[in-house]
């Protein structure tokens, strides 16, 4: 079945460092790749989405590039700030499953000034 | 802005007591969505509707229920909340009836709901 496997946190890095967070997928079709931020006490809001393979979506200063040869879609940024401080869901939506989602389990990251 | 609220933000409520939590979205979305999401994990998907079409996860407890008036509003309803009921519910909505089904899902603030 399809799944969504990511990085485990907390991470914890000082501000205007180069962040990345793992993510790695298995679907069973072609899904759209997604991130979402949680910042505390909130829903979810829409980061980036890539909807094919080669797609780069980008907001914010991060970066996400779908690579189907590796069914990765690791999110970056290469400088962060205080104000990311959150939590990062990486997702799937697979069009094979009516587009339900599959989130990961998140990865919170905390910037130290 | 279009969006999607939820009412309230914060609910208290007693076990045993019902309680009914409220979506509306204004993005004239096909569908809507119901999510738990208990402290440090994923969000959990309870439920949904496309259009009036009510669609269960097997693994929901039937102490969930909801309701879809209209293409506006969506409810939540837990019957007899437990402890473990505890939690942020989350809704969400996705597809536009003029350009057709979409994946992306927009979400809601939550609600926080304490049982006491």
């Known amino acids: 079945g399809d799944s969504v496997t990511q990085m485990e946190g907390p991470v914890t890095l000082s501000e205007e460092a180069f962040l990345t967070i793992n993510c790695t997928y298995t679907a069973t079709g072609y899904p759209s790749l997604f991130w979402y931020v949680q910042y505390p006490g909130e829903g979810l809001q829409l980061l980036l989405k890539?909807?094919?393979?080669?797609d780069k979506g980008s907001n914010k200063g991060f970066e996400a590039t779908y690579r189907k040869e590796t069914t990765s879609f690791h999110l970056e940024k290469g400088s962060v700030q205080v104000s990311d401080s959150a939590v990062y869901f990486c997702?799937?939506?697979?069009?094979?499953?009516?587009?339900?989602?599959?989130f990961g389990t998140g990865t919170s990251l905390t910037v130290i000034p | 802005d279009a969006m999607v609220i939820q009412n309230p933000r914060y609910q208290v409520t007693q076990f045993g007591k019902p309680v009914t939590l409220s979506c509306s979205q204004t993005l004239n979305h096909n569908v809507m969505y119901w999510y738990q999401q208990k402290s440090s994990q994923a969000p959990k998907l309870l439920f949904h509707y496309y259009d009036k079409d009510f669609n269960n996860e097997a693994d929901t407890p039937d102490n969930f229920q909801s309701r879809r008036p209209n293409t506006s509003f969506c409810f939540l309803d837990i019957r007899s909340p437990g402890l473990g009921d505890a939690a942020m519910y989350l809704c969400?909505?996705?597809?536009?009836?003029?350009?057709?089904?979409?994946?992306?899902?927009?979400f809601g603030p939550g609600t926080r709901l304490t049982v006491l």
């Open positions: 890539a909807t094919k393979a080669d």
């Open positions: 997702a799937l939506s697979d069009p094979n499953t009516g587009n339900q989602f599959y």
């Open positions: 969400a909505t996705s597809g536009g009836r003029t350009s057709g089904l979409t994946d992306t899902q927009y």
